[in-house]
């Protein structure tokens, strides 16, 4: 079956920045919509960006448009998360999550398939 197995996480001072990898047991193209997660302690879980991997076109939310930035190395199966700027509000667990479904289309932020999540903390 499909994985996606999360890494890259750490500890970093506030300003700092870090890169999550997301790598895939498929191709990225596989996939209609990839995304990245994220869930402080004491929160819910939200959506911090998604891509469509076959356009490439990605969306952030809010609180880190122009901070993090999604991509994505095809060959290598792997999606990526370049967060810069870190503040101790991005303190959380990180997931990468896919589906076939257009990112659109899916209710809740509620994609199929998701990693073990990678633990990120800014202090």
């Known amino acids: 079956h499909v994985q996606l197995v999360e890494s890259g996480g750490g500890s970093v001072q506030a300003g700092g920045s870090l890169r999550l990898s997301c790598a895939a047991s498929?191709?990225?193209?596989?996939?209609?919509?990839m995304g990245w997660f994220r869930q402080g302690p004491g929160k819910e879980r939200e959506g911090v960006a998604n891509?469509?991997?076959?356009?490439?076109?990605?969306n952030y939310t809010d609180s880190v448009q122009g901070r993090f930035t999604v991509s994505q190395d095809k060959a290598k199966k792997t999606l990526y998360l370049e967060m810069n700027s870190l503040k101790p509000e991005d303190t959380a667990m990180y997931y990468c999550?896919?589906?076939?479904?257009?990112?659109?289309?899916?209710?809740?932020?509620?994609?199929?398939?998701w990693g073990q999540g990678t633990q990120v903390t800014v202090s």
């Open positions: 498929v191709y990225l193209a596989s996939f209609d919509c």
């Open positions: 891509i469509n991997p076959g356009s490439g076109i990605a």
């Open positions: 999550a896919a589906d076939l479904r257009a990112c659109s289309r899916i209710p809740k932020n509620r994609l199929s398939i």
